[in-house]
């Protein structure tokens, strides 16, 4: 077990590859594992803000697309959002993400294949707070991934984006609704 004493093994699951994607101690597959579960740990976590914020804070003033017409406004939350926005801002942020993948060398070896990539954030002087911060950072992008899918599936059941699960008539647990003894709580 090569990788026991890596950032994010953490109490109390401890090291965790059920898949034994590691069984091979393989150094360079781990770091470019590790690099990709961190990436997508920070979309995860940027996704989830973005699905929670306009429902919180409300949505920004003004024009998404002024050609358009089109006000941030009129922008339903969760996936409802993907069929209004104009093909050019998807355009807009896939180039933005391939801007962000290209832009700098993440070949083995570097800061950025180690999830560095300049942000000073999550830095500290001292090594045991440095890697308390970066274990937090680990656990909160894999909290955030599941959070998203769920997120996702709960919105792609109901079509809400906050789960309104009346919405949801195929439900299986439906099945006994009327059935003798079911009563309002």
Known sequence: ?????????QDPVGFWDPAGFTADGNK???ARRR???LKHGRIAQLAAMGYITPEITGK?????????????????????????????GWGQILAY????????????GTAAAKGDFGFKVLTASEPAALKRRLNSELANGRLAMMAI????FQDGLTGSPWGDWALYTDSPLRAFENELGVQEP
């Open 1 to 9: 077990r090569a990788f026991e004493n890596e950032l994010g093994v």
């Open 28 to 30: 360079e597959n781990f």
């Open 35 to 37: 690099q990709t579960e």
């Open 60 to 88: 920004l003033p003004g024009y998404l697309s002024p050609s358009a017409g089109l006000k941030f406004a009129d922008v339903p939350n969760g996936l409802a959002a993907i069929s209004k926005v104009p093909a050019a």
């Open 97 to 108: 993400m391939a801007f962000c993948e290209v832009s700098q060398d993440q070949s083995p």
């Open 149 to 152: 899918m769920g997120m996702f």
